[in-house]
T-cell receptor
Framework: ETGVTQTPRHLVMGMTNKKSLKCEQHLGHNAMYWYKQSAKKPLELMFVYNFKEQTENNSVPSRFSPECPNSSHLFLHLHTLQPEDSALYLC???????????????FGPGTRLLVL | EDQVTQSPEALRLQEGESSSLNCSYTVSGLRGLFWYRQDPGKGPEFLFTLYSAGEEKEKERLKATLTKKESFLHITAPKPEDSATYLCAVPPDMRFGAGTRLTVKP
């Protein structure tokens, strides 16, 4: 595998379910990101991890819980979501997230989430 | 608050018809501007990074330029395979514009 991979690619869940999204990067990067992309809206940065430490949480509801066990893996745990959380969830990585520029970010293909 | 605005929202071109996309921004202390291309159902694909006013970068039919207030993505003699949504973003919080959806008709 090369680049940034995400699983699953598609997910349908009920509002009472608990599920997790997985992201893995094979680029040797030190920073990883979660974004939300809703229809007709700009990409929204959700969480930033740099060297496994969370450095940003952009006022994301607690029903989204990130986990970064190492520099190559990033998870987004989901529970009691709302229909308005339906979106494309994108993971990205960059060499270094601490420089202020974020570095060039490389994106995975995304997980298309539908909350019923 | 930092703002990133892209225009037009959508652009339809005939194959070979050159045009430009705009990304205007209001950030304090610009630390770079990124251009990405996104195809339907896929994640954004990195195109360019520009760091200072006057800088230009080219890749095939695309050329990106940067001024103190905006960036342009010039598309010369586009082909149907250039059809995509083009996104710009500014750090440090990687604020993205809403994108320009480009369609190139043969």
């Amino acid at each position: 595998e090369t680049g940034v991979t995400q699983t699953p690619r598609h997910l349908v869940m009920g509002m009472t379910n608990k599920k997790s999204l997985k992201c893995e990067q094979h680029l040797g990067h030190n920073a990883m990101y979660w974004y939300k992309q809703s229809a007709k809206k700009p990409l929204e940065l959700m969480f930033v991890y740099n060297f496994k430490e969370q450095t940003e949480n952009n006022s994301v509801p607690s029903r989204f819980s990130p986990e970064c066990p190492n520099s190559s893996h990033l998870f987004l745990h989901l529970h009691t979501l709302q229909p308005e959380d339906s979106a494309l969830y994108l993971c990205a990585s960059s060499q270094d997230g601490a420089s202020g520029t974020g570095g060039t970010q490389y994106f995975g293909p995304g997980t298309r989430l539908l909350v019923l | 608050e930092d703002q990133v605005t892209q225009s037009p929202e959508a652009l339809r071109l005939q194959e070979g018809e050159s045009s430009s996309l705009n990304c205007s921004y209001t950030v304090s202390g610009l630390r770079g501007l990124f251009w990405y291309r996104q195809d339907p159902g896929k994640g954004p694909e990195f195109l360019f990074t520009l760091y200072s006013a006057g800088e230009e970068k080219e890749k095939e039919r695309l050329k990106a330029t940067l001024t103190k207030k905006e960036s342009f993505l010039h598309i010369t003699a586009p082909k149907p395979e250039d059809s995509a949504t083009y996104l710009c973003a500014v750090p440090p919080d990687m604020r993205f514009g809403a994108g320009t959806r480009l369609t190139v008709k043969p």
